[in-house]
């Protein structure tokens, strides 16, 4: 009996979420509609209670359901509150967090729900007194005997309703990762699985690396600098026809290359950071695979150029393991580019102009912005970049109105046009005082929902994902001496801007604009390959 009322509890007090798209997904509560409803609810109980069952033993099933309860609560309300779903990429994302990002999505509201939904019951269980059959031979035929019954009933149950499962299940694949404990089970799981499966040898890439004939008989050094945005999506950049003016900047910026229509590799930093600088591209990307060979950080760097990433995130994914790395997001007192909890992005170039004037060698950089990430958008920027408002102040998403939260995180955009601007201002001085070749390419790892079809923030499922997740920004900029030396026509490559292109690009895009020869390099993933001279 326990076990059929924890599971009974289980459907009904955390799937809140599930219901909702369930009901959207079979058109609506109606009269006609509640033998399906029913005979769901029946079918989730008696599945849970099957898997309850395998533990109903003294010792054990107290523990593990006062754990469901715990975990469960914080799942739901998650799901809830932000209309996330969870999957194995978005428990990646969580484990790869840091404190300070993790610590954002603390409220009152989410102790209140895990405490009245999680932890109340949870005591309650475990003040409750079992009576067990006194044999332990009659205690296991009880227990195989409701396994096996109760998914015996469950699978009659689908028979029955197969003719309206079939299609439901099909059309609407994200009701599997909204039902819950089993999703958070099985995305956990299948993480485990996979940090488990890494290999202990990266493989080489690209070791036969080389510099192309444009870098023949060239006295001036280069410089690139690669932008790796945070959580902006390209639809909120005014340079992709936003209604307000978010890239003011930016659209004066002579010589400046927006591409319109770029998809990214996933919708969380920890699967998106790893894959644009793999050369693996989405369809066969993995975290074992990326893990297990080098990127495009270390076949430039087998090319002779040197390389640094530096950070004001939370890391570089394991991309930057094998070049230079600098953290720059620890605030530090008295610095104006600072708060008393973390950096602005502008830090990102206060070491810039000295690295290129000192630098002895070719250049990459990768600056790895804070960007726009949420839900506390209003702490990413200055406060004389909050131009749009009123803006939501709260992690309590749910407190604010949409225009307010959008208002917050339009005013990160505005903020990232004048980092960028000002990054650029930056090479294109370096270019006429250090008689140095410059260039600047910008691209977000990710997008964010801010309460559409009422979702919120990101790492939902790529299957299913809402282009506010996968629609992202990509720019490109470079200085005449640079343009002319590696040969690129800019307005061979401006002609191409509107083209359908995505993280898949850009490890290729990049080694082909350095003129970089390798047997990894793939000239049909590379945007200017097209556009070159020679």
Request: hydrophobic share 45%; charged share 15%.
């Amino acid at each position: 009996m326990f076990t059929v009322a924890a599971s009974s509890f289980l459907v009904l007090a955390y799937n809140q979420a599930f219901w909702q798209r369930f009901l959207m997904a079979t058109g609506g509560f109606s009269v006609g509609n509640v033998p399906l409803l029913a005979a769901t609810f029946v079918l989730l109980v008696l599945v849970f209670n099957a898997f309850l069952s395998l533990v109903n033993f003294k010792p054990i099933i107290k523990p593990v359901v006062m754990v469901l309860m715990v975990l469960t609560s914080a799942a739901a309300y998650f799901m809830n509150q932000y209309g996330v779903q969870i999957d194995k990429a978005m428990v990646q994302n969580v484990v790869e967090t840091d404190t300070r990002e993790a610590a954002e999505l603390l409220s009152v509201k989410m102790v209140a729900t895990i405490a009245l939904l999680g932890i109340l019951p949870a005591v309650l269980v475990s003040r409750l007194q079992l009576t067990y059959a006194a044999r332990p031979g009659r205690r296991l035929l009880i227990n195989v005997g409701m396994v096996v019954g109760s998914l015996a009933l469950a699978a009659g149950i689908l028979v029955l309703f197969f003719k309206s499962y079939a299609p439901t299940f099909r059309e609407h694949r994200e009701l599997r990762f909204l039902l819950t404990p089993t999703n958070y089970i099985q995305a956990v799981n299948g993480f485990i699985g996979q940090k488990l499966a890494r290999p202990t040898v990266v493989a080489p890439l690209g070791r036969d690396a080389s510099r192309g004939a444009t870098w023949a008989g060239q006295p001036r050094r280069t410089v690139t600098v690669l932008v790796v945005g945070e959580t902006a999506r390209a639809m909120n950049f005014s340079l992709n026809n936003y209604p307000r003016i978010t890239n003011p900047q930016l659209a004066q910026r002579a010589g400046l290359i927006n591409f319109s229509n770029v998809s990214s590799c996933g919708t969380a930093t920890a699967v998106s950071v790893p894959c644009v600088f793999s050369a693996l591209g989405r369809e066969n990307y993995s975290d074992g695979k990326a893990q297990s060979q080098e990127g495009m950080l270390d076949v430039l760097k087998h090319a002779g150029l040197d390389v640094v990433w530096i950070d004001n995130n939370s890391g570089c994914k394991g991309v930057c393991a094998r070049v230079g790395y600098e953290d720059i997001s620890q605030p530090v007192a008295g610095d104006p580019l600072c708060n008393d909890e973390e950096c602005f992005d502008e830090k990102l170039l206060q070491t810039l102009p000295d690295r290129i004037r000192n630098a002895k060698n070719d250049l990459v950089i990768v600056l790895h912005q804070k960007g726009s990430h949420g839900p506390a958008y209003w702490k990413r920027y200055p406060a004389q970049f909050a131009k749009f408002g009123p803006v939501c102040e709260t992690n309590d998403l749910e407190k604010c109105s949409r225009e307010q939260i959008t208002a917050a995180y339009d005013n990160t955009i505005l903020y990232t046009d004048y980092v960028l601007d000002k990054a650029i201002g930056v090479l294109q001085h370096a270019g006429t005082e250090a008689g140095v070749d410059t260039a600047l390419v910008y691209f977000s790892d990710h997008g964010e929902s801010l309460g559409e079809k009422n979702m919120y923030l990101h790492g939902a499922p790529y299957i299913i994902s809402p282009p506010e997740q996968r629609s992202v920004p990509f720019m490109l900029w470079m200085s005449d001496h640079y343009a002319e030396r590696f040969k690129i026509d800019r307005r061979c490559v401006a002609a191409r801007a509107n083209q359908p292109f995505s993280h898949d690009n850009v490890f290729h895009s990049v080694l082909g604009m350095l003129d970089i020869t390798t047997a990894v390099y793939n000239p049909a993933l590379d945007l200017f390959n097209a556009c070159t001279h020679g």
